[in-house]
């Protein structure tokens, strides 16, 4: 059964509405070049066609044959295109813009993420966003130096930015917004080592480092801004004789899972290489044993473990003696 018009203008109607509803955050967006659209004419659906902004900001529409697209509104082109349609075929009166895909909102990111390439938006993200839209960074990803290069709007500038420690400490509002065209570059960590991840806020976190192992005092210690591993050691008293600097272990918490660094602080000291390594709270360093195994921490529990008995025993002794005088 064929539709009065009545009706069928009553459903375009109430199509126009949830389509409005649905794109209330497209209002404002202006088209630009490489955007694909969707063009559809309810009158004639048979105009219906995709098509992709040129270089030049125009498109080509079968019925009305060349028009400016780009900065203009999908609202603003759809009346464009339905008032000069009106003028060839007179049953036209409205025409409908939806944008397929924002090509003109394009931004790219390089490095060690997880999948890098050029993505497009409908609202441009600053660097941390684009960072998880890329589906995060590979184990050996250095989030203390990401570069930013600009595209278009301060072209060439090129700015590096600690993206690890503003979102540990929850700086948000200092992380770049992008602009079509810019280009974010992850790079590798220096001297093969291991990354720490997708840096977890420090909302939920306690402002400590824990130590432990070859050190004087191992426990807790309140972390100070910029604190290194060296550092760190210094506050809980220094290291034992025994302890084996070249194997200095930090373990850094991620949001479902922790990874471990090896520092050589015997290089470090002498070298300034690897290079400075600023704690983040909650860290755990672990001072190892010169040597290992039953010589290295097991040889330290079991020297501490007969020291204490030797001293039980003894007073034991000591009272029972007592008992017998």
């Known amino acids: 059964m064929s539709l009065t018009i009545r009706t069928r203008v009553l ?45 030049d900001g125009k498109v080509t529409v079968s019925i009305i044959g060349e028009i400016t697209a780009a900065g203009l509104t999908t609202a603003e082109l759809g009346k464009k295109i339905g008032d000069r349609a009106n003028y060839y075929d007179p049953s036209i009166s409205q025409a409908t813009v939806i944008v397929l895909a924002y090509n003109s909102q394009k931004v790219f990111i390089n490095g060690q993420v997880s999948k890098p390439g050029a993505y497009a938006f409908e609202e441009l993200p600053d660097v941390w966003n684009l960072i998880k839209e890329a589906g995060g960074v590979t184990n050996l990803a ?12 301060d072209a060439g500038k090129i700015e590096t930015l600690n993206i ?11 992380i770049p917004k992008l602009y079509p065209g810019d280009i974010v570059e992850v790079p590798v960590m220096p001297g093969g080592l291991q990354g720490l991840g997708l840096p977890k806020t420090s909302q939920d976190r306690r402002n400590v480092v824990y130590i432990t192992g070859a050190v004087a005092r191992s426990g807790l210690l309140n972390i100070e801004e910029g604190m290194d591993v060296l550092e760190a050691i210094a506050m809980a008293g220094g290291t034992t004789p025994d302890a084996d600097l070249t194997k200095v272990r930090v373990v850094t918490k ?35 044993y010169r040597g290992g195994g039953m010589f290295g921490i097991g040889w330290s529990i079991f020297r501490d473990v007969v020291a204490v008995t030797a001293s039980v025993i003894s007073t034991v002794l000591l009272v029972d003696q007592l008992g017998k005088d």
Do not use: C
Request: proline share 5%; aromatic share 8%.
């Open 142 to 153: 250095d989030l203390s130096k990401v570069t930013l290069i600009r595209g278009t709007r």
């Open 11 to 55: 459903l375009f109607a109430l199509l126009s509405v949830l389509l409005s509803l649905s794109q209330t955050s497209l209002a404002d967006y202006r088209i630009g070049p490489d955007d694909v659209l969707q063009i559809s004419f309810w009158q004639q659906p048979t105009l219906n066609q995709t098509v992709t902004v040129r270089h």
């Open 254 to 288: 991620h949001e479902t899972y922790s990874s471990v660094m090896s520092f050589d602080l015997e290089e470090y000291a002498s070298t300034g290489s690897p290079r400075r390594y600023q704690l983040s709270p909650e860290d755990a360093i672990v001072v190892p």
């Open 164 to 174: 690890q420690a503003l979102v540990a400490e929850s700086r948000f509002d200092e």
